[in-house]
């Protein structure tokens, strides 16, 4: 087996299995114009889609590392793309809002699945030294997702309609379902057992301040997501296309220092990467608030970059720094930790929409993004303390290639 290609591999897929498994949050926001007018919908309903979508993916997280553990990694994200095809495909058959609400519901399990399924796998895949690139590169799946559907979606949305945007996504997640089946390991989310590392799979004490940091910064910026789009649109002036297209440049020109500061992070150590996650999470709220300000077009395309970037960093170190915190329990602490990402979710879409109708404007909304994101980066500092004597974290390694038990290749 050539080690550097399946890790690759294992890398690519994940990335691709993460960035699908988040879209349809994205494509009820990107088609949020067009559902308004075709089913008559609030703003926030549709950001309710989206909650319900991400309420879902936080309450299946805590499933889910017990279901990897017992199935395996490979199953686990074939089995999310599984659910994920029968969401797409019932508001196609039964177009109207319960079969939207059926669809978020469904998405947010396959979502959940998806997360930790791929989290276990790029960590048994890679070495303890290459995590925080390795989980950096996944999670570069969702602002992929963003550029793609944010790209075309508000386009093919005004023209064809909402039910064939989500048609034309099932052959896309048939092949991904299909990759992860022939590439991702069938690892179990546990470490190789090492005189430094315990077998007892519980998490450490105080693991639940990961919980609450998570809940706090997504409640914090999910809207540079989701509601990027009518923001640029009906906020900052931009027409529906234009508005699509600068948050599709935004998503993508983030992923530069998203990977940058994860290379920094893994230079550093990983004692280093919670400091750097907190001023991350200082460095979105500041941006946030110039979202708040109105300043124009330009002003808000800068800071939608600075917020995306530094939201995508702070995310994909707080999945390198839990499973610094929890090595014997991957699969675990990644569910505790995504469960409240996405129960915060829940709360932060429709609760954005509905400051956004009741104030007539974009700016108390985005103030208080500011202050939960401002919670966050305290958090992020607050949680230096878990799991420290659990094992060396630049120690020997504890999951990867050379781990046969919980890292059997895919042939």
Request: with cysteine; aromatic share 6%; proline share 6%.
């Amino acid at each position: 087996m050539r080690r550097t290609g399946g890790e690759r591999a294992v890398v690519a897929v994940s990335t691709v299995a993460v960035g699908l498994g988040t879209a349809p949050a994205f494509l009820f926001g990107f088609l949020g114009p067009v559902l308004q007018t075709d089913l008559g919908l609030s703003r926030t309903r549709i950001g309710l889609l989206v909650g319900l979508m991400f309420g879902l993916t936080g309450i299946g997280c805590l499933m889910a590392g017990r279901v990897t553990e017992r199935i395996g990694a490979r199953t686990t994200v074939v089995a999310s793309a599984v659910l994920l095809l029968v969401a797409l495909v019932v508001p196609v058959v039964a177009p109207g809002y319960p079969a939207l609400v059926v669809c978020a519901l469904v998405s947010g399990i396959a979502y959940a699945l998806a997360n930790v399924g791929t989290n276990v796998s790029v960590t048994a895949a890679l070495p303890v030294a290459r995590h925080a690139v390795g989980l950096a590169v996944k999670t570069a799946g969702v602002p992929a997702a963003v550029a793609v559907t944010s790209f075309i979606v508000p386009g093919l949305g005004a023209a064809y309609g909402w039910r064939p945007v989500l048609l034309w996504s099932i052959p896309v997640v048939v092949a991904v379902g299909i990759a992860a089946a022939l590439v991702l390991p069938d690892a179990h989310g546990r470490a190789a057992q090492t005189p430094a590392i315990t077998t007892d799979s519980r998490l450490p004490a105080g693991f639940w301040r990961f919980t609450l940091a998570a809940a706090l910064l997504i409640c914090g910026s999910q809207a540079i997501y989701s509601w990027a789009v009518p923001f640029l649109h009906e906020g900052a002036g931009a027409s529906l296309p234009v508005a699509g297209v600068l948050t599709a440049v935004a998503s993508l020109v983030a992923l530069v220092p998203m990977i940058g500061a994860a290379r920094l992070a893994d230079r550093l150590g990983a004692t280093r990467r919670l400091p750097l996650a907190a001023a991350l999470c200082a460095t979105l709220a500041v941006a946030e608030i110039v979202l708040a300000t109105g300043w124009g077009l330009a002003a808000a395309a800068v800071a939608l970059v600075i917020a995306t970037g530094a939201q995508l960093g702070a995310v994909s170190l707080m999945h390198a720094s839990v499973v610094a915190a929890a090595p014997h329990a991957v699969g675990r602490g990644s569910g505790a930790a995504m469960a409240g990402f996405y129960l915060g979710a829940l709360v932060a879409a429709p609760l954005f929409g509905l400051l956004v109708d009741v104030t007539g404007g974009y700016p108390v909304a985005w103030v208080t993004g500011t202050v939960l994101t401002a919670a966050s980066a305290a958090c992020f500092l607050w949680c230096r303390g878990v799991g420290r004597g659990v094992a060396d974290p630049e120690g020997p390694v504890t999951t990867g290639p050379s781990s046969p038990p919980t890292a059997r290749p895919a042939r």
